[in-house]
């Protein structure tokens, strides 16, 4: 079992249920992302980067896209409870699968320019590491 499978697991059953769908998702939009733990919950990486981040808990599931992925956004998250980075789906709503779908794109576009960015970066400097 992986970390993640082992956080799943150990998940509220209504959470669990939504986390998989999540997690589901996520993987089929990046399916060379990395899966991990970071700040003990679930998390998935490219290209050496956080891309989104999703936790169980009671009453609701919390999926974080980081700022940056939610501000193209703001009008499909209006209805739900947001932080700095982070939205709550609660449990007695459905859970917008296509919205997170949405987010994970917006978030892959992202950490693929960076990388980009990076890499010419590196070239422009003769390959040094600066």
């Given at each position: 079992?992986?970390?993640?499978?082992?956080?799943?697991?150990?998940?509220?059953?209504?959470?669990?249920?939504?986390?998989?769908?999540?997690?589901?998702?996520?993987?089929?939009?990046?399916?060379?992302?990395?899966?991990?733990?970071?700040?003990?919950?679930?998390?998935?990486?490219?290209?050496?980067?956080?891309?989104?981040?999703?936790?169980?808990?009671?009453?609701?599931?919390?999926?974080?896209p980081t700022p940056s992925g939610m501000a193209a956004f703001d009008g499909e998250l209006a209805a739900y409870k947001q932080g700095k980075g982070s939205v709550q789906f609660p449990h007695d709503q459905p859970l917008p699968l296509e919205l997170v779908r949405q987010m994970v794109r917006a978030r892959v576009a992202e950490v693929q320019a960076l990388a980009a960015s990076k890499r010419a970066k590196r070239a422009a400097n003769g390959g040094s590491q600066t």
């Open positions: 079992m992986t970390p993640i499978d082992v956080y799943l697991a150990s998940a509220p059953e209504q959470a669990r249920q939504r986390l998989l769908q999540i997690r589901q998702v996520v993987l089929a939009e990046v399916p060379d992302g990395v899966e991990t733990l970071s700040y003990a919950i679930p998390t998935v990486d490219l290209a050496g980067q956080h891309l989104v981040h999703f936790a169980g808990f009671a009453h609701h599931v919390g999926f974080y």
